[in-house]
């Protein structure tokens, strides 16, 4: 990887993904270019300097000659940011995916930070189920073999301002109605939160074992729902209180992790990708020796393109 000067004349570097390349080299006619994204990962744009002595032609100079990235094949490391495209000029808030760290009825969603470390824990075969079972269920860890327990991940859609109302409804062009989630294909699958065992199949899954999933208010309502939660007593403002996103809301999306059989039967990833850690689940045994393997989950707006990465650790519980 390379970088390209960019303060000269502009630059085009376009390159296929592997993807399209192992499509391209088929050479059965059925390649086509049918879509194309645009990204703005390498700018920082609190270089734009509105305050620059030398007048508005310089407010965007530094930006305009920022060195930007020479295109790679590897569409697992591209592409974070997406532009998008809005035709109207009257938007003063955009629409963002946030996480929900809390749960907004003590029963569909667990808590990201559980043990202070800042990721979900995947619970990957019975054994490992059954000491954290010993301890709490509520701390951020799936059951990804039973799929049994509440604990969830639970992400929103809106705008996230306090200068509008939560009750004022979102403009239908800025709802988030479509998700794509993008995972590591050898650890696992997402799932319903619905306690039944419910595993979606993937649409597509790249040369990085990187699998693609689509989900839709339309066609898969077990994921995607406008029907936002109360809390236990159900009443409007606990309603507010309970959601994320303070300003006008669109969609949630709700998923949890269902592990892989190579992760449940076997710790031939563990030891090749992770490692071994001590963890507490306050089941009384004290703490235990569990293999661990660090991943994330990355979800993205079908409609906004906004990009979430949202972190896993998949655990294990080694044999004493």
């Known amino acids: 990887m390379a970088f390209l000067d960019n303060s000269g004349d502009i630059i085009l570097d376009a390159v296929l993904t592997d993807t399209g390349r192992f499509r391209l080299a088929k050479g059965d006619g059925s390649f086509k270019i049918a879509k194309f994204a645009l990204g703005d990962d390498e700018i920082d744009y609190t270089q734009y300097d509105k305050n620059n002595a030398s007048g508005s032609a310089y407010y965007d100079l530094t930006i305009m000659q920022t060195p930007v990235l020479e295109a790679f094949t590897n569409n697992a490391s591209s592409m974070i940011s997406k532009l998008v495209t809005m035709s109207r000029n009257n938007l ?14 003590n ?7 559980g043990f202070g470390s800042n990721f979900f824990y995947v619970a990957v075969d019975q054994n490992t189920e059954n000491e954290v079972a010993n301890g709490t269920w509520t701390s951020g860890v799936i059951s990804g073999q039973t799929l049994t327990q509440p604990v969830c991940v639970l992400l929103e859609q809106g705008l996230d301002t306090m200068e509008i109302p939560p009750n004022v409804a979102l403009d239908v062009d800025l709802v988030e109605d479509q998700y794509i989630l993008e995972m590591d294909n050898r650890f696992g699958k997402p799932a319903k939160k ?3 065992i419910s595993i979606a199949s993937p649409s597509f899954i790249d040369d990085d074992n990187i699998a693609s999933y689509y989900f839709s208010l339309a066609q898969t309502p077990g994921y995607v729902t406008n029907e936002w939660p109360t809390k236990v007593q159900g009443t409007e403002t606990q309603n507010i209180n309970a959601a994320r996103i303070r300003g006008p809301r669109g969609t949630q999306f709700y998923f949890r992790i269902a592990s892989s059989i190579d992760l449940a ?9 992770g490692g071994t850690t001590s963890l507490d689940f306050g089941g009384g045994g004290g703490a235990q020796t569990y293999y661990f393997i660090d991943s ?4 993205i707006g079908g409609t906004t393109g906004f990009t979430l990465d949202i972190p896993f650790r998949y655990i294990k519980l ?3």
């Open 296 to 299: 994330n989950v990355r979800v």
């Open 107 to 113: 029963q569909t969603t667990g808590i990201v930070a």
């Open 265 to 273: 039967t076997s710790t031939y990833l563990f030891e090749k990708l």
């Open 92 to 105: 003063m808030y955009l629409p963002i995916i946030k996480l929900n760290e809390e749960s907004p009825n």
């Open 318 to 320: 080694q044999p004493s």
């Open 194 to 196: 619905d306690g039944k």
